[in-house]
């Protein structure tokens, strides 16, 4: 059974960094893609970020491009999403997710598995 373990999330100041934190168990995406993606209450869910995990191509929201940045570690079988320069706006619940198939930008499109999500506040 795969699963998607979210952490990191934490409520901070405008400005300020979190790194979030996406394991997966139960399976080895060597390909694929995996992805981050935010909910804020009473909007839609939205993509931030997402990677090829066969060769790293990143993807990145517009609104996120040069504060976020998605990586993986192969050996902890983990993606993370380093957040930098948080914004009020960021604030969200942040999920992650995985699919088989290659990234389609930021779209959650097709992914096959969702994380439970982690709170991110950013206050002003």
């Known amino acids: 059974q795969v699963q998607l373990v979210e952490s990191g999330g934490d409520s901070v100041q405008a400005g300020g960094s979190l790194r979030l934190s996406c394991v997966v168990f139960?399976?080895?995406?060597?390909?694929?893609?995996m992805g981050w993606f935010r909910q804020a209450p009473g909007k839609e869910r939205e993509g931030v970020a997402s990677?090829?995990?066969?060769?790293?191509?990143?993807y990145y929201a517009n609104s996120v491009k040069g504060r976020f940045t998605i990586s993986q570690d192969n050996a902890k079988n983990t993606v993370y999403l380093q957040m930098n320069s948080l914004k009020p706006e960021d604030t969200a619940m942040y999920y992650c997710?995985?699919?088989?198939?290659?990234?389609?930008?930021?779209?959650?499109?097709?992914?096959?598995?969702w994380g439970q999500g982690t709170q991110v506040t950013v206050s002003s």
């Open positions: 997710a995985a699919k088989f198939q290659v990234c389609s930008g930021v779209s959650n499109f097709g992914y096959n598995y």
């Open positions: 990677i090829y995990l066969g060769g790293g191509s990143t």
């Open positions: 139960g399976y080895t995406f060597s390909n694929g893609c």
